[in-house]
């Protein structure tokens, strides 16, 4: 059964919304995705009914809510197929979710071991590692991408040594839509002594996770890209590898006894999550995922595709326009620049028409320089946008650029 676009709409309140006399077009999904009714209702109904701090409760709200946030957890365990809950723990984001294991990872690192990234990672999977280097003398090791926007697999693995001791990198690129060979990269890590961490944060919506059958050590979400709200994200990790990772934050829940010169700490999960956790964050990214689950994968990525192909080929006809990873197999993100116009300009101008779309660097600095551009334009496709809105798109980039060349 194909997917019924009209129905996603009317779940989602904000597309009925107009921007400057024009219906709202929002084609800004990879920065973050619009939330449905379900995920709003969760956590207002949450807070509304059964409210109060959760664990170490005696009251009946106390144990209703860990009850909700606990049965989150259990949601996004399943949603990316997890061995337990133990293995996933709440972050407030896929930046923190990062800095989190590069952080925790940090005292096994001594100077000249090399950390592989590749040169399309977001800011967030570089800077905590530039932590590592500045820290501890860490040697930071760059994977080139090709000219379709893959991954440089043979760069990959020329890199491998004896010295790598963590891989970071993403499963698809915020910015070129590229879908890495993540399976294999893991592979090919582990043979090299390597424990490696696969930024999700964009494959989360778009791809269905199985991080058993990925076989990583980390595996990395952000609630607000997957329809959820924003303050959460979930990082995912093998019993092994959270057990071999330091703490993060210090605070009430991480630890397990605390004395005038010792302290001893809690197990994984609740010894990575310090202090409150963002409590109906982590309920609305349970309904998030509820709601997207309800849908075929397949299905999603069909239409997602069907929509960036459309948008692509429109695009191919203007003159003076490049597209930015064409690699197969790519996610529904859509980077171009044009001769002689400023991204921005370009952004500002489809505004207003009541199109968003996004402009500038897309933290991903490393990649617009390996690209020679100093930014780019981006559309980027959920599941509630239509062809019509990718027609309006096409029409109003064609406008923007007749006013601007
Ligand atoms: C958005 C994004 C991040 C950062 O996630 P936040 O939850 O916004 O902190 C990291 N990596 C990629 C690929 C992203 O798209």
């Given at each position: 059964m194909a997917l019924n676009i009209d129905q996603i709409r009317q779940q989602f309140p904000i597309l009925r919304r107009e921007v400057n006399g024009h219906p709202l077009v929002y084609l800004d999904n990879a920065a973050s995705a619009q939330k449905p009714e379900a995920v709003l209702k969760a956590m207002t109904g949450q807070a509304s009914h059964a409210y109060a701090n959760v664990h170490r409760g005696l009251h009946t709200l106390a144990n209703e809510t860990t009850e909700a946030f606990e049965n989150a957890r259990a949601v996004v365990q399943r949603f990316i197929n997890a061995p337990a809950p133990e293995n996933i723990i709440f972050t407030k984001g896929g930046t923190e979710a990062m800095n989190l294991v590069a952080s925790g990872i940090g005292q096994q690192i001594q100077s000249g071991d090399e950390i592989v990234l590749s040169v399309m990672e977001h800011h967030s999977n570089i800077v905590p590692w530039h932590f590592l280097r500045e820290r501890y003398g860490a040697v930071l090791k760059w994977v080139p991408v090709l000219e379709d926007g893959s991954l440089d697999m043979q760069a990959y693995q020329d890199v491998l040594s004896e010295r790598t001791k963590f891989v970071s990198v993403t499963h698809m690129s915020n910015v070129l839509g590229t879908v890495t060979d993540a399976a294999r990269i893991v592979r090919l890590a582990h043979d090299a002594g390597a424990q490696v961490l696969l930024d999700?944060?964009?494959a989360g919506v778009h791809l269905d996770i199985d991080v058993e059958a990925l076989g990583c050590d980390f595996y990395v979400l952000t609630g607000h890209k997957i329809y959820g709200p924003t303050g959460i994200g979930a990082l995912y990790g093998t019993a092994e590898a959270l057990d071999r990772l330091a703490p993060y934050q210090g605070g009430g829940e991480m630890i397990e006894i605390v004395e005038q010169d010792r302290v001893t700490y809690n197990e994984a999960p609740h010894k990575f999550e310090a202090g409150t956790p963002p409590i109906l964050e982590a309920i609305g990214l349970g309904a998030a995922i509820d709601w997207l689950g309800a849908f075929d994968f397949e299905e999603i990525t069909e239409h997602e595709d069907r929509l960036y192909r459309r948008a692509f080929d429109a695009l191919s006809s203007i003159n003076g326009l490049r597209m930015h990873g064409q690699a197969?197999?790519?996610?529904?993100v859509l980077s171009f620049s044009a001769d002689g116009i400023h991204p921005h300009d370009i952004a500002q101008l489809l505004d207003r028409y009541g199109i968003a779309v996004r402009a500038g660097h897309h933290c991903a600095q490393p990649l617009m320089t390996h690209l020679g551009v100093s930014a780019t334009a981006r559309a980027s496709f959920g599941i509630y946008n239509t062809v019509e809105e990718v027609d309006a798109f096409i029409d109003a980039l064609h406008k923007a650029r007749s006013m601007l060349l």
């Open positions: 999700g944060c964009q197969s197999g790519k996610g529904p």
